[in-house]
T-cell receptor, first 113, second 113 residues
Framework: AQSVSQHNHHVILSEAASLELGCNYS??????LFWYVQYPGQHLQLLLK??????LVKGIKGFEAEFIKSKFSFNLRKPSVQWSDTAEYFC???????????FGTGTRLLVSP | EAQVTQNPRYLITVTGKKLTVTCSQN?????MSWYRQDPGLGLRQIYY???????DKGDVPEGYKVSRKEKRNFPLILESPSPNQTSLYFC????????????FGEGSWLTVV
């Protein structure tokens, strides 16, 4: 069965600090990968996605993620966070041929001004 | 504007009183699904539908029913709600599972007392 692990449950950063959130998945076949963000009281929004091609993908709001197939990882990065990035971040994986998106347990990011 | 609309957004109900959460999408998507979000557990799939009259169980289907009589609608039915179904529910749709961006509704906060 597929599973997704997000290593950090809570992250606290100061503004302008760099961010990296870890995501590892377990599935040996072809996958599509996603990062979603959920701002307080709001629904999920897509930050970025990887289907194929360049393993370094850029998303909205200055976020990027790198797919490293050998490590089964899809870590999210941002060089300089802002207070408005305070939110919960979810990594999700869809294994090709399976009819569902499997989510990690989420990482709560708090950015202090 | 592409939308997934859920109703109600907030509901407090009593144990055993049947309720339905509606979901409607305006993108002519074939694939729709329901998730519940609980602290520390991320999002877990309840049911999904690959097309009209085609539905299947996700990871946590117990206590829920769904139907897909029309392409645009995918209601979630709780025949006899229990307190452990208190959660935040999201409806989602996509053109095809795995190969397309998934759009989420704004969520429905359900409390069962």
């Amino acid at each position: 069965a597929q599973s997704v692990s997000q290593h950090n449950h809570h992250v606290i950063l100061s503004e302008a600090a760099s961010l990296e959130l870890g995501c590892n998945y377990s599935y040996g076949g072809t996958v599509n990968l996603f990062w979603y963000v959920q701002y307080p009281g709001q629904h999920l929004q897509l930050l970025l996605k990887y289907f194929s091609g360049d393993p370094l993908v850029k998303g909205i709001k200055g976020f990027e993620a790198e797919f490293i197939k050998s490590k089964f990882s899809f870590n999210l990065r941002k060089p300089s966070v802002q207070w408005s990035d305070t939110a919960e971040y979810f990594c999700a994986v869809n294994a090709i041929g399976f009819q569902k998106l499997v989510f990690g347990t989420g990482t709560r990011l708090l950015v202090s001004p | 504007e592409a939308q997934v609309t859920q109703n109600p957004r907030y509901l407090i109900t009593v144990t055993g009183k049947k309720l339905t959460v509606t979901c409607s999408q305006n993108m002519n998507h074939e694939y729709m699904s329901w998730y519940r979000q609980d602290p520390g557990l991320g999002l877990r799939q309840i049911y999904y539908s690959m097309n009209v009259e085609v539905t299947d169980k996700g990871d946590v289907p117990e206590g829920y029913k769904v139907s897909r009589k029309e392409k645009r609608n995918f209601p979630l039915i709780l025949e006899s709600p229990s307190p452990n179904q208190t959660s935040l529910y999201f409806c989602a749709s996509s053109g095809r599972q795995g190969g397309d961006t998934i759009y989420f509704g704004e969520g429905s906060w359900l409390t069962v007392v």
